[in-house]
T-cell receptor, first 118, second 116 residues
């Protein structure tokens, strides 16, 4: 079965510090997309960052960056200069394109709850 | 309204009640989804619609009945639910089901359902 594992149910970080959330996944496909979603206490899940598996360069979006290790099937999220508004549940997910009838399916991890301490 | 909206945000119902959840997307998308989010579990995909046609029913019990009257609206009709159905129900939309490139799903804020 294709799965996503987030080994850290909870993490905490001091404001302005850096934190890394881990994610590993298991798929036999070579072409896929990886995502980090953020779900704040208001519950609207938003996309933070995405990575195409065929790209070697790690994606970056402002203070958010990923460390994508394809061989290790690892996709960690680094948040730099953490802010109080970063406190949320973070979900790692992947999607396999060109897979026929299930081109749209997102496989999610269980999430990591990030607390930001002032 | 922008993005994906859901109503109600909170719902408490008895096991014998009938209620409906509503989702509306303002993004011009052609695909819509229902997910169930339970504590400490990955999101579970329940139903998928493409241009008002149901594409997937992920082994969901018949007490959950989806309806998609047009590409902007999605409903989830609930009847004779069980306490274990208590969860956050999320709606999402995407441009379509088949684009392999950028085709992210946009989520609504969810409906927190409690079944007594």
């Amino acid at each position: 079965a294709q799965t996503v594992t987030q080994s850290q149910p909870e993490m905490s970080v001091q404001e302005a510090e850096t934190v890394t959330l881990s994610c590993t996944y298991d798929t036999s496909e070579s072409d896929y997309y990886l995502f980090w979603y953020k779900q704040p206490p208001s519950r609207q899940m938003i996309l933070v960052i995405r990575q195409e598996a065929y790209k070697q360069q790690n994606a970056t979006e402002n203070r958010f960056s990923v460390n994508f290790q394809k061989a290790a099937k690892s996709f960690s999220l680094k948040i730099s200069d953490s802010q109080l508004g970063d406190a949320a549940m973070y979900f790692c997910a992947y999607r396999i394109p060109n897979s026929g009838g299930s081109n749209y399916k997102l496989t999610f991890g269980k999430g990591t709850l990030l607390t930001v301490n002032p | 309204e922008t993005g994906v909206t859901q109503t109600p945000r909170h719902l408490v119902m008895g096991m014998t009640n009938k209620k409906s959840l509503k989702c509306e997307q303002h993004l011009g998308h052609n695909a819509m989804y229902w997910y169930k989010q339970s504590a400490k579990k990955p999101l579970e995909l329940m139903f998928v619609y493409s241009l008002e046609e149901r594409v997937e029913n992920n082994s969901v019990p018949s007490r959950f009945s989806p309806e998609c009257p047009n590409s902007s609206h999605l409903f989830l009709h609930l009847h004779t639910l069980q306490p274990e159905d208590s969860a956050l129900y999320l709606c999402a939309s995407s441009q379509d089901l088949w684009t392999s490139g950028r085709n992210e799903q946009f989520f609504g804020p969810g409906t927190r359902l409690t079944v007594l």
